[in-house]
């Protein structure tokens, strides 16, 4: 067994990395869906939904870049490309979406797949005894909970 500068086992490493750099093409895309409904929002909601939806965007692009400082930190090179993120995201490009409840209901289902990928790599960085992975998905874990919680509320569901 290889060990990395961090005292992690290396091929441990590769699949973690491998594993973020999917979590980080699904949060650029939707950072750019977010971005696009923040732009785009119409309607009675307007106000409290262009809050929620910038709020939101800059709390992803944090994100985006703590993910991509962890596969540096692993050992490995994030993507850094939308063609490489088109392809490996399961949250799909939403174009001209003005109404807040088709945004809001984008971001519940972009919300489930990244709580799939997280809890993933929980397991993942459990077996590896990468507390520093774990602890930044536990974090985004319990967040985002809430936020499908309240998103959900918004609903009326």
Excluded at 24 to 29: A, F, G, I, T
Excluded at 43 to 56: I, S, W
Excluded at 96 to 105: A, F, L, M, T, Y
């Amino acid at each position: 067994m290889k060990i990395s500068q961090i005292g992690l086992d290396q091929a441990k490493s590769k699949k973690l990395a491998g594993k973020l750099d999917l979590l980080l093409s699904n949060l650029q895309l939707m950072y750019i869906n977010t971005r696009g409904f923040h732009w785009n929002i119409k309607g009675d909601k307007f106000f409290e939904l262009h809050l929620k939806f910038e709020e939101l965007y800059t709390d992803l692009q944090v994100k985006i870049d703590e993910v991509a400082e962890r596969i540096l930190t692993l050992g490995h090179t994030p993507s850094h490309s939308y063609t490489d993120y088109l392809k490996m995201a399961a949250i799909k490009e939403k174009k001209n979406v003005s109404d807040g409840k088709e945004g809001v209901k984008s971001i519940l289902e972009s919300f489930g797949i990244l709580l799939k990928i997280e809890r993933e790599l929980l397991s993942l960085s459990a077996e590896a005894d990468d507390e520093g992975t774990n602890a930044l998905m536990s974090d985004y874990i319990r967040q985002q909970e809430k936020l499908v919680w309240m998103y959900s509320s918004f609903m009326g569901k």
